[in-house]
């Protein structure tokens, strides 16, 4: 429980200082959002109604710095992530909650897939070295090294294009609303077919890498030795014992991985046009859009954090020793 208590403390403080970061950091950028609106507006705005956005943008002069700050704490408290600059009038909440989503369901699905047979592929490769499964190393190492959006493009020119099966951009087919009916579900499912298996052939490659060196380094260990010299079973020694130690370090990975879910593939979803937080991100710094850049930053922080504490947990209920600190 003290250790539990000191991991919440630590995190609260952590996200007190990602969230103070976050706030000054998208004002460090150059530019002036309010004239990138008026830009996309094509200069149709007044003088009182430029005056009047900066008001309720928080940037005009009246206020300073620090002021801001505190105005800042005070909308998070309220659960107001302000408007969007990007898709004014939006809210910032609205846009985040349509982009959400098609993150959670793109790059969740295919994190923890790519865990699970990642996993499992490394258990049988550690433990059973020189198999058809240990022969993958020479390719996952290969295919681990490489980024995901460059994997994407050599996906689009070699899949997509015309007449293909594969759509090389967004989300789903123009026209279409979305909604859970016949047209929509496959439409979307066929538009994620080349941004998941891109995500899912690296980082599976990651996952097989690191479990198969861990099981490696475990089964050399006087505790499995004495496990098969009280007859154990090859199967329980392997999964009830290696595979249990084995998987700890991969914990970590996976919490973060989970953590990083929200903030999606950025570069993935900037290839394929993908309507997820990523590319809103992306949209967000190039229109200098300060609410919504904060906004992202915090779900990202959050998640990241919270993730984090659930591998905590994790550690304890996997590792005993972890219980007597």
Request: aromatic residues 12%; glycine residues 10%; charged residues 10%.
């Amino acid at each position: 429980m003290r250790f539990l208590l000191q991991r919440v403390a630590f995190y609260l403080f952590t996200a007190w200082a990602a969230i103070t970061l976050n706030f000054f950091i998208p004002r460090m950028v150059p530019g002036d959002p309010v004239q990138s609106l008026i830009s996309r507006n094509q200069g149709r705005i007044s003088a009182d109604a430029i005056a009047s956005l900066r008001v309720l943008f928080g940037l005009d002069s009246d206020r300073n710095l620090w002021e801001q700050y505190v105005a800042y704490w005070g909308q998070l408290l309220h659960g107001d992530l302000g408007l969007s600059f990007t898709f004014f009038p939006a809210p910032v909440s609205e846009v985040i909650g349509n982009s959400l989503p098609w993150t959670v369901g793109l790059v969740g699905v295919t994190t923890i897939v790519s865990f699970l047979l990642g996993t499992a592929l490394g258990v049988g490769a550690g433990w059973r070295r020189g198999s058809w499964i240990d022969g993958l190393l020479p390719a996952t190492t290969f295919l681990s090294s490489i980024p995901y959006f460059w994997l994407g493009l050599v996906a689009i020119a070699l899949f997509a294009g015309p007449g293909s099966f594969f759509p090389s951009s967004g989300g789903y087919e123009p026209g279409l609303v979305p909604a859970f009916d016949a047209y929509f579900v496959p439409s979307a499912l066929q538009h994620s077919i080349l941004p998941a298996a891109t995500i899912l052939v690296s980082s599976m490659s990651g996952w097989i890498l690191s479990m198969r060196n861990m099981m490696v380094t475990v089964a050399s260990e006087d505790y499995i030795t004495v496990a098969h010299a009280k007859g154990l079973s090859e199967r329980r020694v392997a999964l009830s014992y290696a595979a249990r130690n084995a998987l700890l370090p991969n914990v970590s990975g996976f919490a973060l991985s989970l953590g990083f879910i929200v903030g999606g593939t950025l570069l993935v979803e900037i290839v394929f046009s993908y309507p997820g937080l990523g590319f809103q991100l992306f949209q967000a710094v190039g229109s200098k859009d300060y609410p919504l850049m904060q906004g992202i930053f915090l779900i990202i922080t959050i998640s990241v954090l919270v993730a984090n504490l659930l591998a905590d947990v994790a550690y304890l209920l996997l590792d005993p020793r972890t219980r007597k600190s």
